[in-house]
């Protein structure tokens, strides 16, 4: 196999004629082509991988074919590393302070409960059982019992076109006083 060099007029006109996000497809392509195992991505090409993935699964596994691009469950297993145990999420809170500026942070907050399937399943990595009531650092009902539905809790901005998430709450179902516990831990 012949190995093709660029000069460096050449390489300069390429730089120049496609954005960072193409330079760094065509890099993951060379460094990761013909690997079956071992593959290592640049940040860029996560971030890439994670959101294709995350807005149509199915047109991931279409554009897969075409490049080297991590499976989806390595995809899984990046999501696994965020810390995000039922309760107040503080990895949010503390980042909302970073990226809003100070005078659009004026906000509501939004409570928003969805169904779930009730199942108990057990972690991978830490070998505990998930599924079940948590009302992270609130007190609720018992823990035991396999929830059925989350309650969400989101910061939307009132002058600024943002949302996240600041909190979730896994139930079987929620009286007021827990609810007005929750809104007031909010703010």
Known sequence: MQNHQLSNDSAETFMQNF??????LFKNQSTNNGRN???RYEKSIKEFAVTLHYHSPRGY??????LCLPSPSTIRNWATNVEAEP?????????????????????????DEMALKAQTLVERKSGRLVGNVDYG?????????????????????LKEKWQYPIAYFLTTSINADIQ????????
């Not at 596994?61 to 075409?66: G, N």
């Not at 302070?97 to 409570?111: A, E, G, N, T, Y």
């Not at 650092?137 to 901005?157: D, P, S, Y």
């Open 87 to 111: 309760g107040f999420l503080m990895q949010v809170i503390r980042s909302i302070s970073d990226l809003v500026k100070p005078d659009q942070r004026d906000c509501i907050i939004i409570l």
């Open 37 to 39: 195992t071992g593959c």
């Open 61 to 66: 596994r279409f554009v897969r074919k075409a």
């Open 137 to 157: 650092c609130i007190q609720g009902e018992a823990k035991e019992n396999t929830a059925n539905h989350a309650l969400v809790v989101m910061a939307v901005g």
């Open 19 to 24: 954005n960072e996000m193409a330079i760094d």
């Open 180 to 187: 007005a516990q929750i809104i007031w831990e909010s703010v």
